[in-house]
């Protein structure tokens, strides 16, 4: 008897941090102290900061990973994964630092790892942060042969006065959105209960285009911070705009919402087909709205558009 015969390959394993150590440098900046593989990764807080405070924040893409799974592409999820963590970080102001990832799995392949850890880099990247270490665990016992699970870690930086947690809004306030990339990678349970493979086919829809990776939004955030006064952000995820707008909103202060902005067909596929009522996917989904800013100026930003505005009232949401 031995490992391997138990079910964890620790050769696999190696190969596959051998396979992606290349990929994961791709992210490394001045800040990262230590090269992939030690038992720590120590990472230098940036200069210029009079009271730095880190952010931190973890989050997984859900079923969404059953998708891909089924679909046997596994290159973008790891974006997914980075941008579910960053695009909460940023709604504090924060830059992102660095991010660690877990993996846990049936059976460790290293080329589906490198595909994994490649979306990872891609993210990373695409969101100026480095990716610093994470675990590969092998549970035969535990997982289903094909099947495993991620989960993604992210710190970052705000400087103390700037660090924006929805106190300041005041009515009058006007209310913008980013859109989406599409469903992102809430609201998949429901997803994959409508959209089965045999109703994808009969209607025509690439069920790899469900895949479409969760966009990353820490670049335009810190644009339109370093631009106007913001005094609130939320990144739409599972709960929709009410959820999660209410989330940064002061008491006393109550958004009205103006649904007029073009919705994603996705979103039209999954209330016909299911039939879904309006105000569940609302709940549920971000509808093709990604992120939210508050502001008292005017923004006047390509990729921001009014939604709504605050008014007085019980604190809350509520679609016009």
């Given at each position: 008897?031995?490992?391997?015969?138990?079910?964890?390959?620790?050769?696999?394993?190696?190969?596959?941090?051998?396979?992606?150590?290349?990929?994961?440098?791709?992210?490394?900046?001045?800040?990262?102290?230590?090269?992939?593989?030690?038992?720590?990764?120590?990472?230098?807080?940036?200069?210029?900061?009079?009271?730095?405070?880190?952010?931190?924040?973890?989050?997984?893409?859900?079923?969404?990973?059953?998708?891909?799974?089924?679909?046997?592409?596994?290159?973008?999820?790891?974006?997914?994964?980075?941008?579910?963590?960053?695009?909460?970080?940023?709604?504090?102001?924060?830059?992102?630092?660095?991010?660690?990832?877990?993996?846990?799995?049936?059976?460790?392949?290293?080329?589906?790892?490198?595909?994994?850890?490649?979306?990872?880099?891609?993210g990373c990247l695409g969101s100026d942060c480095a990716l610093v270490g994470g675990e590969?665990?092998?549970?035969?016992?535990?997982?289903?042969?094909?099947?495993?699970?991620?989960?993604?870690?992210?710190?970052?930086?705000?400087?103390?006065?700037?660090?924006?947690?929805?106190?300041?809004?005041?009515?009058?306030?006007?209310?913008?959105?980013?859109?989406?990339?599409?469903?992102?990678?809430?609201?998949?349970?429901?997803?994959?209960?409508?959209?089965?493979?045999?109703?994808?086919?009969?209607?025509?829809?690439?069920?790899?285009?469900?895949?479409?990776?969760?966009?990353?939004?820490?670049?335009?955030?810190?644009?339109?911070?370093?631009?106007?006064?913001?005094?609130?952000?939320?990144?739409?995820?599972?709960?929709?705009?009410?959820?999660?707008?209410?989330?940064?909103?002061?008491?006393?202060?109550?958004?009205?919402?103006?649904?007029?902005?073009?919705?994603?067909?996705?979103?039209?596929?999954?209330?016909?087909?299911?039939?879904?009522?309006?105000?569940?996917?609302?709940?549920?989904?971000?509808?093709?709205?990604?992120?939210?800013?508050?502001?008292?100026?005017?923004?006047?930003?390509?990729?921001?558009?009014?939604?709504?505005?605050?008014?007085?009232?019980?604190?809350?949401?509520?679609?016009?």
């Open positions: 008897m031995d490992y391997r015969t138990a079910g964890v390959d620790i050769e696999a394993g190696n190969r596959a941090v051998a396979m992606i150590k290349s990929h994961v440098a791709r992210t490394h900046h001045a800040g990262v102290l230590s090269s992939l593989g030690g038992f720590a990764a120590p990472v230098a807080l940036p200069s210029g900061y009079q009271e730095p405070v880190l952010v931190s924040c973890t989050d997984g893409v859900g079923t969404k990973l059953s998708v891909a799974i089924e679909c046997q592409k596994l290159d973008t999820i790891g974006i997914d994964l980075v941008a579910m963590c960053v695009n909460d970080l940023v709604c504090m102001g924060a830059k992102p630092l660095f991010f660690l990832d877990y993996i846990a799995c049936h059976r460790l392949e290293p080329d589906d790892m490198v595909a994994l850890i490649k979306g990872m880099t891609e590969m665990a092998e549970m035969g016992d535990v997982y289903q042969p094909g099947h495993f699970d991620l989960a993604g870690f992210c710190v970052g930086v705000v400087e103390k006065s700037k660090m924006i947690d929805g106190s300041s809004v005041s009515v009058g306030d006007g209310v913008y959105a980013s859109r989406s990339s599409g469903i992102h990678s809430n609201g998949f349970s429901l997803v994959r209960r409508v959209l089965t493979p045999s109703v994808c086919d009969a209607e025509g829809i690439e069920m790899a285009s469900l895949l479409t990776p969760t966009r990353l939004y820490v670049r335009l955030v810190r644009d339109l911070l370093a631009q106007y006064r913001i005094t609130a952000l939320a990144h739409i995820t599972g709960g929709g705009l009410a959820e999660n707008v209410t989330r940064v909103l002061p008491e006393g202060c109550h958004v009205m919402i103006d649904a007029s902005w073009d919705i994603p067909p996705v979103f039209h596929h999954i209330q016909r087909l299911g039939p879904v009522d309006l105000a569940e996917m609302r709940r549920v989904f971000n509808m093709g709205v990604g992120m939210v800013a508050i502001s008292p100026d005017r923004l006047d930003h390509p990729d921001w558009f009014p939604i709504g505005r605050v008014v007085s009232g019980v604190k809350g949401v509520t679609w016009s």
